[in-house]
């Protein structure tokens, strides 16, 4: 119980991590609060951050705002010559597109579960 309730505090004041993949160190991370996703809604984020990390380099992090809008972030060590800003910023625009449908069922997830919000109200914040 007070896991959940550091949980809902810690929403307000900062951004939550859904998941991310980092090229460097060829791992996957999906936080641990979102394991009651289901495996499919699991399975497809892992593709897809391990694909856009194996073809841009970098990490790539989703993530919760305050407000429950998903957000894709991408990072790249200064050092690493390889990591294409340009071909990052169209990538996430591409994946921003074909998953639409999956982050906006995402955000009424996280209003619903995480911020207490009614399915209506979670649905007219989406639109």
Same mark, same amino acid.
């Given at each position: ?17 859904l998941c991310g993949a980092n090229s460097y160190d060829q791992k996957y991370y999906l ?23 194996? !073809? @841009? *380099?970098?990490? +790539?992090? #989703? ?21 294409? !800003? @340009? *071909?990052?910023? +169209?990538? #996430? ?26 399915v209506e109200e979670a649905g007219k914040e989406i639109l």
């Open positions: 119980m007070k896991l959940k309730e550091s949980t809902k505090r810690n929403t307000m004041e900062q951004n939550v991590v936080n641990q609060e979102f394991s009651a996703l289901p495996d499919a809604v699991k399975q497809e984020l892992q593709i897809m951050c391990v694909w856009f990390t194996e !073809d @841009i *380099g970098g990490i +790539l992090t #989703l993530e919760f705002e305050p407000d429950g809008t998903l957000i894709m972030k991408t990072t790249a060590d200064d050092m690493d010559y390889y990591y294409d !800003d @340009i *071909g990052a910023g +169209l990538k #996430l625009h591409q994946l921003q597109r074909q998953k639409r449908e999956l982050m906006s069922s995402l955000e009424m997830y996280y209003r619903v579960m995480f911020l207490n919000k009614t």
